[in-house]
């Protein structure tokens, strides 16, 4: 799980970025991941394969610029032992709904 929490809003000026200040402190957007061996090149396969699933909850405060809706971020991982070497492979997304934070619109996060 990735740490939720905003604890003291302060650094460079948002405005110039058009962004205000955070109101408050307070909890972000809180993960959930699960992670799947779908191959395993220790058990025989020829190389290794796994999926993960993160779901962020929309548990955070808009205040504190946390959020915004469900994240969902689908990710698949691929290896294989070359002797000492292992070669791999990952890549992934974060899905989530469109939003405006001061003057930028964010949204989903292809690979």
Known sequence: MRPPFLMHPS?????????ATPASMGLGTPWLQARWGLLSQASGDPQSLS???????????EGAFAGRGWNVAPR????????????AVDGGARLRPRSQVGSHTVGSEPP
Do not use: K
């Open 76 to 87: 698949l991982s691929a290896g294989r032992d070359v002797g000492p070497v292992l070669l």
């Open 51 to 61: 999926a993960e699933l993160g779901v962020g909850l929309p548990l955070g405060r």
């Open 11 to 19: 650094g460079q000026r948002l405005a110039s970025q058009g962004l």
